[in-house]
């Protein structure tokens, strides 16, 4: 039995090819922040830079949800972030059922290595995928929902900000919600 570890989940990703998106990736995207966090934030799929550089979340909708994090006072120090797929889906297209389901088992095992009290999905792609296959963004998010004993929420994806600024004002109530939880979740 292989001993469950970053370096054991790091050896499996670098040489999956268990759906098509390891054809045209140039990186694999695991991870990144505090490996010990509370709080893990769960986003799509790897970007452009992302992939390029095999980080996720350091194109233009990292940098804004590095200012989301940093409003309510948090930062990489505090949270683990990651996506629900590993490799970039050409074009940023939508990862499809397949590849979400192959790729599902690494998110399983960040989350025993993690055991994070909060889940934040960023975005459609993640709540449906992990909190409830119709969920709404729109009249949903911003609601916390508990399974397995973890905290739940979902609030916009970053890239939405981008392009509606109308989103900004809700989702950074969303950030303040999970900083008051947290806050609790810490104190009791
Ligand atoms: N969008 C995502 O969903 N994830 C990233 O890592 C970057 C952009
Ligand atoms: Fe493997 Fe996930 Fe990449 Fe598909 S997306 S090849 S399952 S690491």
Known sequence: MVQKNWE????????????????????????????KADIMFVGEGPGQQEDLQGEPFIGPA???????????????ENVYITNI?????????????????ACLNYLRYQLKLLEPKIIVCLGRVAA?????????????RGTW???????????YHPSALLRDE???????????????????????
Not at 8 to 35: F, H, M
Not at 86 to 95: L, S
Not at 128 to 140: G, K, L, V
Not at 175 to 186: H, Q
């Open 8 to 35: 054991t989940l790091e050896g499996a990703c670098y040489s999956c090819k268990k759906c098509r998106l390891w054809e045209l990736r140039n990186n694999v995207v695991i991870g990144k922040g505090n490996p």
């Open 62 to 76: 990292g940098q804004l949800l590095d200012k989301m994090l940093a409003s309510v006072g948090l930062s990489l």
């Open 166 to 188: 109308d989103k900004k004002r809700p989702a950074w109530e969303d950030m303040k919600a999970i900083r008051k939880r947290w806050d609790e979740l810490n104190e009791s």
């Open 145 to 155: 929902y508990s399974k397995k004993g973890y905290h739940f929420i979902a609030t």
């Open 128 to 140: 449906t995928t992990i909190i409830d296959p119709n969920f709404r963004i729109t009249r949903q």
């Open 85 to 101: 797929v590993k490799c970039r889906p050409p074009g940023n297209r939508d990862p499809y059922d397949d590849e979400k389901e």
